[in-house]
């Protein structure tokens, strides 16, 4: 009985401390977990929460795409690439922890620079197969909205990049 109490007691000291504390994460932390929960949103085809994590005047260096533009190409393809069946998004993104890289400005800690290894995949069949792997680098700025991409760039690994 009492090991449940101190369990319980545990758990009731994190619930306090992330909610009462929130801000006690590093940036590189905030970073992450905004970069995480981008993974997620793609991934369940949530194109406008997916964006959020892009700051108004995002461009992508390499394909010149803004935030208004992925956010209509992940709809578009979130209404056309879905399992007959399930109803299921057809893609999703892997952004391995351990081949991020995340430097906060030490000069302006509102400014960072993050590299990070993109992998895209489709569901086939039952399958989850390789569609596009990436080098992404990006430059993220912290406002009012958290931490935002402002702008990347990205070389392709292997297989083939959107259209």
């Known amino acids: 009985m009492k090991k449940i109490v101190h369990l319980g007691l ?3 000291a ?3 401390l992330f909610f009462v504390f929130p801000g006690s994460s590093t940036p590189e932390e905030k970073i992450q977990k905004r970069l995480l929960q ?3 949103d793609f991934s369940r085809g949530n194109g406008r929460l997916c964006s959020k994590g892009l700051t ?3 461009r992508d260096g390499t394909s010149g795409i803004g935030k208004a533009d ?3 190409i992940l709809a578009q393809m979130v209404l056309t690439e879905k399992d007959k069946n399930t109803n299921q998004f057809l893609y999703r993104v892997v952004l391995p ?3 991020m890289s995340i430097a906060v400005d030490p000069a302006d800690p509102t400014r960072a620079h993050v590299d990070l290894v993109a992998v895209f995949e489709k569901l086939s069949g039952e399958e989850w197969r390789l569609f596009w792997k990436a080098a992404v680098s990006g430059d993220l700025i912290e406002g009012k909205d958290g931490w935002q991409i402002r702008q990347s760039t ?3 690994l292997d297989g083939k990049p959107f259209r």
């Open 10 to 12: 545990a758990c009731a």
């Open 14 to 16: 994190v619930v306090v």
């Open 38 to 40: 981008m993974e997620r």
């Open 56 to 58: 108004d005047d995002f």
């Open 70 to 72: 992925f956010r209509s």
């Open 97 to 99: 922890v351990e081949e």
């Open 154 to 156: 990205h070389v392709t």
